[in-house]
């Protein structure tokens, strides 16, 4: 059964299947650019996801089969992110929204076709793996634009490809392509575009299949090894490799191991 939930918008769409969310960026009118609407929604759906146990993965997807996300929508630029006081509204939504991805601690994948350009880059960043078609194209045209691009958003790059690739790919503003994305690292398998739904449908299914505390505990670990030594919280992730251990997930892994039959993991 398919659970749908309510964002507040038809641009942006979010289903629950067998454990299974997909969070879909609805615009193809315009390429799923990046509106208003969309921004406004998106924190909410997330933190709806992060409270739901049912939901093992997350899927992220463009609507119609030309884009992924084009970027920001331009057409709001001169109303949103030119005077002082509406930047800040924005950047307000935005750092919402990026507290919101911080706070989903399930696998995301970024299953990308066509356009994944700017602001769609930014939000393929918050995906744990990126699945690209192999006509996908990506850039960050800020430069061509005359915007700047905040500390928060260069930071994940450099992190991702290193300096110098985020250094070319913000400085030229040039398109890139599936393989040269691949090649850079910035997405982790290229397949053909019929392809896409059944690929990433099958890395979705297998997570799925895993035990549920063993996963957020592997992702928070990711979490903070990506934060200054400093700032990590090692007792968060010690507590939750410990919850692990005291699971009956832990006794349902060893028994069916030992039964060599597929375990059936419950996330507790």
């Known amino acids: 059964m398919t659970l749908t939930h309510d964002t507040g918008t038809d641009m942006l769409l979010c289903t629950v299947d067998e454990g299974i969310a997909t969070v879909t960026f609805n615009n193809p009118a315009k390429h799923n650019a990046l509106s208003g609407e ?3 929604a998106l924190p909410g759906t997330l933190r709806w996801l992060a409270a739901n146990d049912e939901v093992r993965v997350v899927v992220l997807a463009g609507g119609g089969d030309k884009a992924f996300i084009s970027g920001a929508d331009i057409s709001e630029f001169g109303e949103q992110r030119t005077e002082p006081e509406a930047r800040a509204v924005y950047d307000a939504t935005f750092a919402d ?26 939000t393929a960043l918050n995906a744990d793996i990126r699945i690209a078609a192999h006509d996908a194209q990506f850039a960050i045209p800020a430069a061509r634009l005359g915007l700047g691009y905040q500390y928060s958003t260069v930071e994940p790059l450099v992190e991702l490809i290193g300096w110098a690739n985020t250094s070319e790919l913000l400085f030229t503003a040039r398109r890139y392509s599936a393989a040269e994305a691949h090649h850079m690292g910035l997405v982790n398998q290229v397949v053909p575009a019929e392809h896409l739904d059944a690929e990433v449908d099958d890395l979705a299914r297998r997570i799925r299949a895993n035990a549920p505390l063993t996963v957020a505990a592997c992702k928070a670990g990711i979490q903070e090894a990506r934060r200054p030594p400093a700032s990590r919280d090692l007792d968060r992730v010690h507590a939750m490799v410990e919850a692990c251990f005291a699971s009956e997930d832990y006794k349902e892994g060893q028994a069916a191991f030992l039964e060599k039959r597929t375990p059936n993991f419950q996330g507790r």
């Open 97 to 122: 929204a990026g507290r919101a991805w911080r706070e989903l601690g399930k696998p995301i994948i970024a299953k990308i076709q066509g356009y994944c350009i700017g602001g769609g880059l930014v």
């Open 38 to 40: 969309m921004r406004r």
